[in-house]
């Protein structure tokens, strides 16, 4: 079984800047890719970012690419999400997600584990 807990997350004015953190635990937490999601209160979740080909390429959302970066440290099972001059619309709650394949990494359904989310908030 996997285990994901986020950290990092708090309130930030536009423009600024915040690490998200995705510790993974578990005797096979190592065969997983990685990705990120976000969902707004009344809103679908959508897809951030995400490690692909065993974590060597990266895939982003048009409307965070340039802005945001996601990384990893496999020495800590930690994957990480940071987030560079934030905007009110990037204001949600932020989940790590860990998947079987790299086939359609943008889809939620794709993903078997997820954590309890850690909210953003970016003022304006």
């Known amino acids: 079984q996997v285990q994901l807990v986020e950290s990092g997350g708090g309130l930030v004015q536009a423009g600024g800047s915040l690490k998200l953190s995705c510790a993974a635990s578990g005797r096979t937490s190592s065969t997983y890719r990685m990705g990120w999601f976000r969902q707004a209160p009344g809103k679908e979740r959508e897809f951030v970012a995400s490690l692909t080909r065993g974590g060597s390429s990266t895939d982003y959302a048009d409307s965070v690419k340039g802005r945001f970066t996601i990384f990893r440290d496999n020495a800590k099972n930690t994957v990480y999400l940071h987030m560079n001059d934030l905007k009110p619309e990037d204001t949600a709650v932020y989940y790590c997600?860990?998947?079987?394949?790299?086939?359609?990494?943008?889809?939620?359904?794709?993903?078997?584990?997820w954590g309890q989310g850690t909210q953003v908030t970016v003022s304006s």
């Open positions: 997600a860990a998947r079987y394949s790299d086939y359609d990494v943008r889809t939620s359904a794709r993903y078997a584990y």
